[in-house]
């Protein structure tokens, strides 16, 4: 590539990688379950840290843990902040914060705080999560929470 | 155009369109008419859903609309999360989350949230928002919401 | 430079300077000295406000502010929100949303918005914070809040 074509192409990158970060919370928010299966590969890990259990495995236990997670936690509201994006050729490394609200099945409305840590492959031209960790920092039920609208929608479907 | 040309087209695109985003929730928190006017042309449309009322069609009904709306909810804070955005020529499409702290007349300090799906269009050589809908997730009162400092300061003027 | 160079120039300005936005969050967030320190010049100011104290100038100053703040709050969570960058050649401006939880040692858990006005400058080709100046919206702490998981967990380091 050119200087120009690989600085296009950087950037090109950074703007992937950061819709599959906002995918990665809109498809859990939505319960979309082919946004979500198209943001990994067949060897991708999800590693939710020991409050959610053991690392899934394959995309297939990353499927299987999103239902597992949406049946205790039917609603979910996550948004994504601050991501630092580092790029190295076709890998790359996220750091992103996480402010999150849900409504939990045991827990009822909960504040979720926390930070992912992505790592990035691109294979055959395309850029994938390959590792998703995250930290979680705070889960906090809300006392006295109650919704005058909306709150019985079902998950948004755009 | 070029190739190259193309694809910084389409960057700077994306840049245009999602300060057009940040745009829309910074001049409602700070009730900015000038920015707040600049985001639409003559004949967009703005759906908030029916828990705001029919859509408001036309720049002038839109505006109208935002004063009514400050006058009910004098305080927002608009923060927006997780924008996929989708490029297509002289035409977009965007849906961005919300997370939103507003005090209202009438049920105080409330947490909300929602989703925005936009329709942009490129006329003249400048991208504005034709057709933005939101959707509501919850409008949920605080109770027991105090705040030690700020809460009574006018809306920033930045 | 050629009107593409010119282009892509200002696109990565852009990254670079929305990347010191989200490193002031996340290095506040996770104590995290370096970070923090390489996002100003020597002679660098950040003005948080009369809430805050006097501004803090010079970056041996900001760095000891940030050592008194940690003190007094702990913990802190940070979300940057609805960026809108404007540059101008060698120097550009910022205003962004601030959606801030902390829990601190005499309000206890607390939620905080507010805008941050940056003044940034680039200096032998790097871009950092000249200026950065603070308008607090609402300090309000939260009654009964209770983390079920992750709340004594040290800052975050990733």
Redesign the interface.
């Known amino acids: 590539m050119t200087t120009?074509?690989a600085?296009?192409d950087k950037?090109?990158s950074?703007?992937e990688i950061e819709?599959l970060?906002?995918?990665y919370?809109?498809s859990f928010?939505r319960h979309d379950r082919d946004m979500l299966r198209g943001l990994w590969f067949e060897d991708s890990v999800l590693n939710l840290g020991s409050?959610f259990g053991e690392p899934f495995k394959g995309i297939d236990n990353i499927m299987a843990a999103a239902e597992t997670l949406w049946a205790k936690t039917p609603?979910m509201?996550?948004?994504?902040?601050?991501?630092?994006v580092v790029i190295d050729g076709e890998t790359a490394r996220a750091?992103t914060?996480l402010?999150c609200?849900v409504i939990d099945s045991e827990?009822g409305?909960?504040?979720v705080?926390?930070?992912y840590?992505d790592h990035f492959e691109r294979r055959e031209g395309v850029w994938k999560i390959k590792l998703r960790e995250f930290?979680?920092?705070?889960?906090?039920?809300v006392?006295?929470?109650?919704?005058?609208?909306?709150?019985d929608?079902e998950p948004?479907k755009?």
Do not use: C
């Open positions: 120009i074509e600085r296009l950037i090109e950074r703007i819709e970060v906002s995918k919370a809109q928010d409050n609603k509201h996550h948004w994504m902040a601050n991501s630092i750091e914060a402010d609200f827990d409305p909960t504040q705080g926390g930070l840590t930290d979680l920092h705070y889960w906090a039920p006392s006295g929470w109650s919704a005058a609208a909306g709150a929608a948004a755009a």
